[in-house]
């Protein structure tokens, strides 16, 4: 039908730099990360985007 798509995963920078404590958090965000890029493979030929977001800490006024 001509439409196309994007598909947002929601990580954590704790994928990339996990903390004490947080073992299994940072191996359920580490795999979001890991799948993101073969299903962006995948779907790349229906002209579905995937990607992935990993949002951490931000200093504030």
């Keep these: ?9 929601i990580a954590s ?5 996990g903390q004490i ?4 958090y ?3 965000k580490g795999g979001i990360v890991g799948m993101t890029l073969p299903i962006a493979r ?5 002209g579905i985007r995937v990607m992935a977001i990993a ?6 006024p």
Excluded: H, K, Y
């Excluded at 039908?1 to 995963?9: Q, S």
């Design 1 to 9: 039908d001509g439409e196309r798509g994007v598909i947002v995963n």
């Design 13 to 17: 920078v704790a994928a990339f730099e």
């Design 21 to 24: 404590g947080q073992a299994a």
């Design 26 to 28: 940072s191996a359920s």
């Design 42 to 46: 995948d779907l790349a030929s229906l």
């Design 55 to 60: 949002p951490g800490p931000m200093s504030t």
